[in-house]
């Protein structure tokens, strides 16, 4: 792991960050860059390792961010005593899934300007209504509720999230946390951003690319189902028809 | 034991499919009943995408379509030309429905529908079964014959056609018709419309019971076929694994029910099954009338 380690320090440190300040000082790695989903997926645990010159003025923040999508969301409205879907919103830039780890407290040492620029925190994220002069002035001046009901689904659905605390120092240089992921985490690309900010300052700053991708028969059940949905309907109605006339077979007999 | 669904994209325990499909599979084989509209609302309830659960349901009834036309067919009881003329009803009905669904679907409100539709035609049935079982169990003491059946408009319509098995001489636009209305209701249900079938060929068009479960079997096999297909291109939501345990469940299940079904007397079961399929309609409406917990939902997320 180590000899890995290093590859990656030097790896990062001569692509990413090249910049003039503290940023080389800041090392990280996966336990794994691809979490694989196969047949018996239930979620998925990473340890995400680092190390930075911890001399108590220094904190750590991770992200974990991707697949970006464009997110519909609908209020419900009374229809004849019925719940229906109403007015929507559609926003762009909606991270599919979105994490946030630190060691303390971010409000303790991070302001509120430089977490809308980076989008640090569920409050930052930077959500843009689509089509916003099109949409009635009704809606217009509501987006915010509607927002806030995207951010509330997406908690209650586990995609959200935040745990303060959960990046630990050990000694004076390395750190570690745990990053979890669920198992209704969509497919796709991620970014794994790690910050070190000392006085509202990021000093050093580090992207991984995470693959959440479908391995083996799950993959193949899925690409098959999308490249060739007309024989894959096909196959589906064969098995279906074979399994219906083998267990009528096989009951007769007993 | 859990298990990853590759196109529900959920993770669901494979012991509770497999149970779910022999409870479902029991059921239907003691009431004698498809039980799409009991599986489909229980696999939205556990988390499965409601367009999924629709989907994959009908490739399911194919399976267990299959296994009850051949039983019938032995015993002749398959009115073959009146099949086709539902069938040809059907295939019309149910390719509307799947254009209907996957518009609903864009509009946001396919859930919607999709348990206003169960409301409704629960609602219906379910009262109008439990109707009769009770007046059947009154009546049993003393014996009224029943009802016959007198000529009406019906008979006026034309392109008559002669169906030999049914001993029937209607117009063919009334299959037609009742064809296309349970293919809807196939694809946008995720059920084999059974329920409604069964009763409009017995009451509407006047058919010999003997031969009314075989021939709607019959056509409910090629409807559900050509909804699988169309959902497959269109959608891509049946999800064949979970069609897979959910039949293996189910078709074990179907074989206990049977050997329960033929000790229980018909009425009995009829009132039975009334009771079943107003419970299912009660806990739809209550989830479509009762405050949500958060007045905002995700849509489908689009883009990639």
Redesign the interface.
């Known amino acids: 792991m180590s000899n890995r380690l290093i590859v990656a320090l030097v790896l990062c440190l001569s692509i990413v960050f090249g910049s003039q300040s503290r940023a080389n000082d800041l090392v990280v790695d996966l336990s794994k860059t691809v979490v694989p989903i196969t047949t018996s997926f239930t979620g998925s645990n990473l340890l995400l390792f680092g190390s930075f010159k911890n001399d108590n003025k220094t904190d750590i923040i991770v992200v974990v961010r991707g697949p970006f999508h464009d997110g519909i969301v609908r209020q419900k409205k009374r229809v004849l005593g019925v719940w229906a879907n109403g007015d929507e919103v559609t926003f762009e830039d909606v991270p599919a899934y979105y994490y946030m780890a630190s060691n303390r407290p971010v409000e303790e040492f991070l302001n509120d300007d430089l977490a809308k620029l980076r989008q640090i925190g569920i409050d930052s994220l930077d959500f843009s209504v689509k089509n916003a002069d099109q949409l009635p002035e009704h809606i217009k001046a509501n987006t915010g509720q509607f927002r806030a009901g995207l951010v509330r689904n997406k908690q209650a659905d586990g995609l959200f999230g935040r745990k303060l605390g959960n990046v630990h120092f050990k000694g004076d240089t390395l750190f570690r946390t745990d990053l979890h992921f669920p198992a209704n985490v969509p497919v796709g690309e991620y970014g794994v951003d790690v910050y070190a900010i000392r006085d509202n300052k990021i000093i050093g700053e580090h992207t991984t690319i995470l693959a959440v991708q479908k391995f083996g028969l799950e993959a193949g059940i899925y690409d098959f189902a999308h490249r060739n949905a007309l024989a894959y309907g096909l196959i589906a109605i064969i098995l279906a028809t074979a399994a219906g006339w083998l267990a009528s077979v096989l009951f007769r007999k007993s | 034991?859990?298990?990853?669904l590759?196109?529900a994209?959920?993770?669901v325990n494979i012991f509770l499919i497999l149970g779910m499909g022999g409870g479902v599979g029991f059921l239907s084989g003691v009431f004698g009943v498809g039980g799409g509209f009991l599986m489909t609302p229980l696999l939205i309830f556990i988390g499965i995408p409601p367009a999924v659960a629709v989907a994959t349901e009908a490739?399911?009834i194919?399976?267990?379509?299959?296994?009850?036309v051949?039983?019938h067919w032995k015993r002749g009881n398959v009115d073959f030309k009146m099949g086709f003329a539902l069938l040809a009803g059907g295939v019309i009905g149910s390719s509307l429905g799947v254009m209907l669904f996957a518009f609903l679907r864009e509009l946001?409100?396919l859930d919607?529908v999709i348990k206003?539709s169960y409301v409704i035609f629960l609602g219906i049935i379910g009262i109008l079964m439990l109707i009769e079982s009770l007046n059947t169990i009154r009546r049993s003491k003393k014996q009224i014959a029943p009802v016959r059946r007198t000529h009406n408009w019906m008979h006026g319509l034309p392109f008559k056609v002669r169906f030999r098995r049914s001993r029937l001489y209607i117009s063919a636009l009334l299959p037609i018709g009742i064809g296309i209305l349970v293919g809807l209701l196939a694809a946008i249900m995720g059920v084999g419309g059974g329920f409604v079938m069964v009763p409009a060929m017995i009451y509407l068009l006047g058919m010999p019971t003997a031969v009314v479960v075989g021939t709607s079997l019959f056509q409910i096999?090629f409807v559900t076929?050509n909804v699988?297909?169309?959902?497959?291109?269109n959608t891509?939501t049946?999800d064949?694994?979970l069609?897979?345990l959910l039949?293996?469940g189910g078709?074990v299940g179907a074989?206990f029910g049977v050997r329960v079904g033929v000790k229980l007397k018909g009425e009995q079961l009829r009132g039975l099954l009334a009771v079943m399929v107003l419970m299912v309609c009660a806990k739809i409406s209550y989830d479509?009338?009762?405050?949500?917990g958060?007045?905002?939902?995700?849509?489908?997320?689009?883009?990639?």
Not at chain 2, 1 to 4: A, G, L
Not at chain 2, 62 to 68: D, F, L, M, N
Not at chain 2, 288 to 292: E, Q
């Open positions: 034991m859990q298990i990853y590759p196109i994209e959920v993770s490739n399911q194919v399976a267990s379509s299959v296994s009850g051949l039983a946001g409100q919607l206003l096999i076929a699988t297909v169309l959902q497959a291109v891509q049946v064949v694994v069609a897979l039949l293996a078709v074989q479509l009338i009762a405050t949500p958060d007045m905002y939902t995700l849509g489908m997320l689009g883009g990639h």
